[in-house]
């Protein structure tokens, strides 16, 4: 079985593969201070809640926008699985061919999400991933990463009002029942949520204008689901999309 990993700013992301089948996920919080042992423990714990064990896992791939994770983690499938884990970066074939003044720039887990949602739906293809940040990467017919674009994610953007704003509570991002607020609550509910869906839906009539082409719109990441709710512009919502590319670079680099 494959092991995938999405190590993110704010969570990590976790998929066990028996084939094509993903048989299950799991999210913890990323914590840069956790040594190798403590999140063995909880990857251990993890497993055996499955029914899984260390023999049954053959293969590790992953991707991380943490750098100091990365050793962590190699540390840990040394030490607990006897496996040296892919780690998605420079040299590792990922099927997507970067169009961008600087490749380096970009992130692994957006390379990731652009590789298997060119192979999973075709191109062109915006990917707009809805996590700590909220990321807009397009790719070509052929397959080509064009670019992209980066803007604060909507619980970023959310705890960040809270904590600069000192008679302003803290709110529970759920769907508002009006665009005007009638209370504190409802209009920062109405100003979070709606405001990034104009903000989604803004950049996503940019990007397709610039393109001069329909380009087919995949969401991902921990508040697609939400965010999908609230706007038609997503033609496709796939919160496993990165766990997907995982396996699918995997595929692409087994010797």
């Known amino acids: ?10 969570d990590t992301t976790l998929g066990v593969f028996e084939d094509v089948k993903l048989r299950a996920t799991w999210h913890m919080a990323t914590n840069i201070h956790r040594m190798a042992d403590e ?18 896992i053959t293969a590790v791939a992953m991707c991380s926008v943490v750098p100091p994770l990365i050793t962590t983690y190699e540390d840990l499938f040394q030490r607990y ?21 600087n490749p380096r720039e970009v992130g692994a887990d957006r390379i990731v999400n652009t590789a298997a949602a060119h192979h999973l739906y075709g191109g062109p293809i915006i990917v707009t991933d809805l996590g700590t940040a909220t990321t807009f990467d397009i790719v070509s017919r052929e397959g080509c ?24 509570p803290r709110v529970e991002l759920t769907h508002p029942k009006h665009a005007i607020g009638t209370s504190t609550v409802t209009a920062m509910q109405s100003g979070i949520i709606f405001g990034y869906v104009a ?21 991902t990441g921990g ?16 919160p496993n999309l990165t766990l997907i590319g995982l396996r699918l670079i995997y595929l692409m680099n087994r010797a």
């Not at 699985?81 to 003044?101: M, Q, Y």
């Not at 903000?199 to 969401?219: W, Y």
Request: no cysteine; charged share 15%; hydrophobic share 50%.
């Open 1 to 10: 079985m494959l092991l995938a990993i999405d190590i993110g700013n704010t």
């Open 39 to 56: 999140y063995a423990a909880l990857l251990l714990n993890l497993l055996r809640h499955q029914n899984l064990d260390t023999p049954d």
């Open 81 to 101: 699985f006897r496996l040296s884990p892919l780690v998605v970066g420079a040299g590792v074939k990922t099927g997507v061919s970067i169009r961008i003044d």
């Open 145 to 168: 990463y064009q670019g992209g674009v980066i803007a604060p994610g909507i619980n970023t953007a959310a705890e960040t009002l809270f904590m600069q704003a000192a008679m302003l």
């Open 199 to 219: 903000l989604i839906e803004g950049m996503i009539a940019r990007i397709q204008q610039e393109l001069g082409e329909k380009a087919r719109v995949v969401a």
């Open 223 to 238: 508040w697609s689901t939400l965010m999908a709710k609230e706007t038609a512009v997503f033609d496709v919502v796939n």
